[in-house]
């Protein structure tokens, strides 16, 4: 499935590390939803990490965070404290939210090919429709610029 920006995001429910959450939860404020490939590899902590120091700014902006992965909740719980998230982390262990954003690809490393999530950003208004979109994100800046991109809003 591809995404449209002026269109609805397509719409999820799934279990976080602190219980369930689902894109009505969101409604009436903006939310960064920002797809990672795993839990405490090198680039997902260092994109992590740039929106934890930039908590404080996107809360003053009413901006939402929530970063999403294949990853268990029990991994998820574990990096969060190990890192001081202050966002909370939604488990797609069977894709589905991966699938209806587009996000879920064909990879390949050191000549072998495998699916996985492609780093992505989705930044949603107030009222659920998808504002704007990154998609093969490189971590140094990102924050920054979704940032900017959400005050916009």
């Known amino acids: 499935m591809t995404t449209a920006l002026g269109t609805p995001a397509p719409d999820f429910a ?25 839990d405490d590899t090198s680039g997902c902590t260092s994109e992590a990490k740039a929106f934890r120091d930039a908590m404080a700014e996107y809360q003053a902006a009413g901006v939402e965070i ?17 890192h001081e998230l202050p966002f909370r982390l939604g488990s797609d262990p069977d894709g589905a939210v991966c699938e209806a954003y587009g996000v879920w690809k064909k990879k390949s490393m050191y000549g072998r090919e495998y699916m996985g999530i492609e780093r992505s950003t989705f930044l949603i208004d107030k009222d659920g429709v998808l504002r704007a979109e990154w998609r093969k994100v490189k971590v140094t800046g990102h924050a920054e610029a979704v940032l900017k991109a959400a005050k916009g809003l």
Do not use: I, N, Q
């Not at 799934?14 to 795993?38: H, N, Q, S, W």
């Not at 929530?66 to 190990?82: C, E, I, P, Q, W």
């Open 14 to 38: 799934m279990e976080c590390d602190d219980g369930k959450t689902a894109l009505a939860d969101y409604k009436g404020k903006p939310l960064v939803l920002y797809f990672y490939p795993k």
């Open 66 to 82: 929530l970063g999403v992965s294949k990853d268990s909740v029990a991994s998820h719980a574990k990096f969060r404290t190990k």
